[in-house]
């Protein structure tokens, strides 16, 4: 039985979503560990992004090459900006995790479907509904009283920078919209594979030019951090990333960004088993009111609008 693959039902698309959830939740205890044997963030998140770029590689060399080469220039110019700004998302939520807790940085990494309720209104000139803007108050709240709640407390690693960290998530789930929206415009010009190895390939490059500018080593860590950044680049980038660009050319981008919903809550739950991270009180109220505040306005923008919103 052949399965086709360019027209996949919506229990497939959503069993997906629930794979690419499951898998990048497992994501941030993966950067931890990495960090235990000295890896940089940029290194990081370098590895993995090339491993997408060098498993893909023999499709491209011998089909996908040719696709890439007929895409409209537009397509292809905005194919990299897309993966310059995933691997931007990527290099600040990794490096954010020195300096604050799983459950934060996910929480605020949560925010992305804020960032893209913004940008379809400043950029595409779209309009809101009320209940997308009681959403986008309720998130705020959290994030405000996770900020305050953690700012004031100490550093969930040595020497961390808490604020630093929460303005790195912030910014990444900010890069992360951009990336979500420019992508969607540009899946229905190039197929799955060729389309996520431009993305790759783009934020290698970016996060590469970070590291060539810092003066990074890329070789001499012990070779466990490379394992973890192995399974990191498997786990988070292959499955979860994978699968939730597969499914962009099928969801629309504000319906897929339901899937951050569950990976704060995930990945907090593998940080209190693992690492024993416990957060305190404000910090736990702060993400749920942020993460509730996130429910609103993806429901928000799903509901037909009455002429008076």
């Known amino acids: 039985m052949r399965i086709d693959l360019s027209a996949p039902s919506t229990t497939h698309l959503w069993i997906l979503v629930a794979v690419s959830a499951f898998a990048w939740s497992f994501g941030p205890i993966c950067v931890r560990y990495a960090f235990e044997y000295d890896m940089h963030p940029a290194l990081v998140s370098f590895g993995r992004m090339i491993t997408g770029v060098v498993l893909f590689a023999p499709y491209i060399w011998y089909r996908g090459a ?16 897309a993966g310059a700004m995933s691997g931007i998302n990527i290099m600040l939520m990794v490096a954010s995790l020195e300096h604050i807790s799983v459950l ?7 925010t992305i479907p804020i960032w893209v309720a913004f940008f379809e209104v400043t950029l595409l000139k779209q309009k809101l509904g009320k209940a997308v803007w ?14 305050l709640a953690t700012t004031d407390g100490p550093a969930i690693l040595p020497g ?32 799955f594979v060729p389309y996520i190895w431009l993305v790759y390939a783009a934020g290698s490059m970016a996060t590469l030019a970070i590291i060539a500018i810092n003066g990074i080593n890329l070789i001499g860590y012990d070779p466990r951090g490379y394992l973890w950044v192995l399974l990191l680049a ?4 292959i499955i979860g990333h994978g699968a939730l660009n597969f499914v962009l050319r099928f969801m629309s981008p504000t319906t897929l960004t339901m899937t951050v919903q569950s990976v704060p809550i995930l990945s907090a739950i593998w940080a209190f088993l693992i690492f024993s991270e416990i957060p305190t009180f404000p910090q736990a109220v702060g993400s749920v009111v942020l993460v509730l505040g996130v429910t609103i306005v993806l429901r928000g923008q799903q509901a037909p609008r009455s002429p008076s919103d």
């Not at 934060?104 to 949560?110: E, L, M, S, W, Y």
């Not at 986008?136 to 900020?147: C, K, R, V």
């Not at 498997?234 to 980038?237: D, G, K, N, S, T």
């Open 160 to 191: 961390g920078n808490p604020a630093l960290g929460i303005t790195m998530a912030v910014v990444s789930a900010c890069s992360a919209s951009i990336y979500i929206i420019v992508g969607r415009k540009v899946r229905g010009d190039v197929s």
């Open 234 to 237: 498997v786990l988070a980038q």
């Open 66 to 81: 040719r696709e890439i080469a007929n895409m409209p220039a537009r397509s292809r110019w905005l194919a990299m900006l």
């Open 134 to 147: 009681i959403g986008i108050l309720a998130a705020l709240t959290g994030g405000l009283m996770i900020a």
């Open 104 to 110: 934060i940085n996910q929480a605020f990494i949560a």
